[in-house]
């Protein structure tokens, strides 16, 4: 479902903690009191459901780094089908929510897939609805998607679970957005860590 195979062993710490400036400002956004629905589709993870529950924040989990990339068992064929039903097996029914964490799920979708899903979350989005994305910059990344773990307001813990690493396809903001449709690239931070975070917003297209 997504570029090749992996092929060397992963070098560097398992676990890290990097600052996340499309984190902050979501804080900064969510901090005013008011109740918001979010939708995770990476790992039931119990200190981020705690972080944003702390910000009135109601989080379901929809967990497509499991359902896509199982530990030890085969991926999901690329066919438009077996995706589409995974996302009716895991995704919620319908209902508007205020933030969409995708994580770094797109790293490791084509973008016909990446289109497929973000035609999905339409159903779960509102004017205003915010999406975060984790894009690679970097030529190799893990073999299956990174567990991310809000730390504090201002940074995340990332648990590398695969020993291997696999080409990145290193998409850039033209191809999100042409297989976003619909999501507007509303902020953009490049780190030094190889990840370039995305904050879309719907725009009710």
Not at 18 to 42: F, K, M, P
Not at 46 to 72: K, T, Y
Not at 73 to 93: F, K, N, Q, T
Not at 131 to 151: Q, Y
Request: glycine fraction near 6%; proline fraction near 8%.
């Amino acid at each position: 479902m997504g570029p090749s195979s992996p092929s060397s062993p992963a070098t560097g710490e398992e676990t890290s903690h990097h600052q996340s400036l499309a984190l902050g400002l979501l804080v900064r956004r969510l901090s005013d009191g008011r109740r918001r629905r979010v939708l995770d589709l990476g790992p039931a993870i119990g200190a981020n459901v705690a972080f944003f529950a702390s910000l009135s924040c109601r989080v379901h989990i929809a967990d497509l780094h499991q359902s896509l990339f199982p530990p030890g068992g085969p991926r999901v064929r690329s066919e438009a089908r077996a995706l589409e039903d995974i996302l009716d097996r895991d995704l919620p029914p319908a209902e508007p929510f205020e933030l969409i964490l995708t994580w770094d799920l797109f790293n490791y979708l084509e973008p016909k897939n990446i289109a497929a899903v973000a035609q999905r979350l339409k159903a779960f989005s509102q004017v205003g609805t915010s999406l975060l994305a984790l894009i690679s910059t970097r030529k190799e990344l893990p073999d299956r998607p990174t567990r991310f773990e809000v730390h504090d307001s201002q940074h995340l813990i990332y648990d590398v679970e695969s020993p291997l690493l696999r080409p990145a396809p290193r998409y850039k903001e033209p191809e999100l957005s042409r297989a976003l449709a619909g999501f507007e690239v509303e902020s953009s931070f490049l780190l030094r860590n190889g990840i370039q975070e995305y904050l879309f917003s719907y725009s009710g297209c």
